[in-house]
Structure formats: C-alpha cells, structure tokens
C-alpha cells in the first residue's frame, strides 16, 4: 500500500499535475492508481456517484467444497496477492493447487467504512453461495491490512443476520491486520488537530486537507468495525477511541500474522514499529487497556522478521506459515 501511494504521488506530480482532471485521468488509465484514489478520497467518489468509485465484486468461480475469500488492503486490489517475481502465483492459486480450495478474490472501496464493506462483503458473499456454493462446506477468510477488519466486520454483521455461510467458517487468518489501530493514522490526527488551532491560513488549509482523508483512512485510527463505533461521532476527535468489542466467532480458528522490517533484531522498538505501518502489538490485538485487548490465542500468532507491511501479502514464508496452519485439525 505505501509503495503504491509513494508511486501514485510521484505520476501525479510529474505527468498529471495536481489538478483533479488530471488525477481522474491518471485512475483512469492506471486500475493500481485508481485503488490507490479510492483509498484516499473512496467515501467522497461513492457520495458523488463518480464512476470511479470502485463497486465490491467477487473475482473468481466457485468449484468443490473448500472456499478462501481473499480481502486485500487500503488503496489496494486483488492483484497484491501476486507475487512480484511470478504473478501467476498467489495464496490463492497455491492453496487451490496444494489444499484443493476454490479461491474467491474480493476487490473494494477501501476509502468507505470499514462497517460498510464489511455489510458489503456479508450480503455479496451470501448471495453467491446461495447461486453457486450449495457445495461448500468450509469457508476460510485471509485478510491483509484493513482486509483483515473488512473480514471481522463481515462476519459479525453475516452472525447477527443469521447468513448461513457464517456457520461454514473455519479458519480466519488476518496478515497485518491493525486490530488495535495503527500510529499513522493517530498521528496524522494528532497533526491535523495541531494545525486547526494554529491562527494561519496556510496552516489551516493543510488541515482542511488532512482532514478530507477517507473513512476507511480514520476507521484505522483504533481499528474500527461496527457502524455504532463512528455513527453520531466527530470524525477527527482527537484520541477518543470510540470502538466496541466485537466477539470472536465461536468455533473459528483465528491466527494472526506480523512482520517487523528488522531481521534479527528483538529490541522492543522493532515490535514498536513493527512492519512499517502496523505496530506487532496492534497485529496482535493487543492493548494498553485490558478491555480493549482481543482474547486471541497466542499459540495463533507469529512474527515474521525483515519483511515490510506488503510483502505479507504476497511472500514465501508467509504462504508457508499459511499451509501449516491450515493442515492443522
């Protein structure tokens, strides 16, 4: 996600300008850049009924009994899962090919609510089962980044509603996920809130600017997933983590994979800053208040060292932890 926001930033200061003509062409011409756009201002192009706000859909056919829905990141799309140096492969593709699982890539509006991609994911992925998926008796979720609360979102809305595809999960397995939050996004609050009160029209303008980043952007600020954590609040209040907890589904194994971009380090700022964006301690769902903390199994987590928030995506020892985990009973 960050090296695709560095680049977008970079074509659009070099070939398109800083107009929003501009930036609409270069979306246009460029499917990375237009997940990139979405992240960033998503919720603005849904309100306007732009066209190049990006419609949730399922990539992919459903064959045999064994489902993997794969639920990418902020400003991103199916296509992270690919790896670099051989893009046919993916976790998906592997996992159809060694575990015998019909993959199922979800590609979305990153930039709305976290609440309402995962409703989103709830109702679209009901509706295909019940099309196509009378087969399936097992249902597992990966989910990297914000992907990861998209999928807990989902299947807590998919539990309330009594979806029956919700009964068929097994695993859950979030790469990344900033279940606690991220530093970035509290820092950029923290930011904004700075210049607003600083008596400069330049300063507040930057603000102003700031303050136009996505839902979906500020729902990672504590890692919200229910509508009632943002409904009836002030987007940019400073530090007020208005998240409620969101139970484990029962039955479900859940594991969680981090990274740290040190590579033999164990000095604690290396889980501090963690891959880059997300923390070690907020991968793991963990927090300074107790009631905050998931009650995640820890024999389910695992830190991965030098590797970066992106490469979780789409990483050899990644995919590797992924089929050990699965080949558990």
């Known amino acids: 996600m960050a090296e695709a926001f560095q680049s977008f930033l970079k074509a659009v200061q070099a070939g398109a300008g800083l107009s929003w003509q501009g930036i609409q062409t270069l979306a ?47 400003c991103d799309s199916e296509t992270t899962w690919r790896f670099p140096e051989d893009p046919v492969r ?15 890539y979800v ?24 099309s196509e998926g009378a087969s399936v008796r097992e249902v597992t979720f990966i989910g990297h980044s914000m ?3 998209v999928v807990r979102s989902a299947c807590h809305y998919a539990k309330k509603a009594g979806a029956p595809w919700v009964k068929r999960v097994r695993k859950i397995f979030l790469l990344g ?5 991220t530093d970035l996004e509290k820092l950029g609050n923290l930011t904004s809130a700075i210049l607003r009160v600083i008596p400069n029209p330049v300063t507040l303008g930057i603000a102003a600017l700031g303050n136009m980043r996505s839902a979906g952007i500020k729902d990672l600020r ?27 589904l029962d039955g479900v194994s859940h594991y969680q994979i981090a990274a740290t971009l040190a590579k033999k380090s164990d000095h604690f700022l290396a889980h501090y800053f963690g891959d880059g964006l997300v923390p070690s301690r907020s991968a793991a769902g963990r927090s300074f208040r107790k009631s905050k903390t998931i009650p995640f199994a820890a ?5 991965l060292k030098g590797l970066s928030h992106s ?19």
């Open 28 to 74: 246009q011409r460029k499917p990375r850049y237009l997940s990139v756009l979405n992240g960033i201002v998503g919720d603005t192009l849904a309100r306007h009924k732009s066209r190049l706000a990006i419609p949730m859909t399922l990539q992919g056919d459903i064959r045999g009994d064994r489902l993997c829905v794969l639920v990418h990141g902020l």
């Open 147 to 149: 992907g990861g609360l």
């Open 90 to 104: 993916d976790y998906g593709s592997l996992l159809r090919e060694h575990c015998g699982y019909s993959p199922l």
């Open 107 to 130: 590609r979305y509006n990153s930039g709305l609510h976290i609440s309402t991609n995962g409703r989103r994911l709830a109702k679209l992925l009901g509706e295909r089962l019940a």
């Open 222 to 248: 504590f890692g919200y997933l229910l509508d009632e954590d943002w409904k009836g609040r002030h987007a940019d209040e400073l530090w007020r983590d208005n998240s409620h907890p969101v139970p484990l």
């Open 299 to 303: 024999e389910h987590f695992k830190v």
């Open 311 to 329: 490469e979780l995506a789409h990483h050899d020892e990644v995919y590797e932890q992924l089929r050990a985990w699965i080949r558990e009973p």
């Open 177 to 181: 996920t900033p279940h606690r939050g």
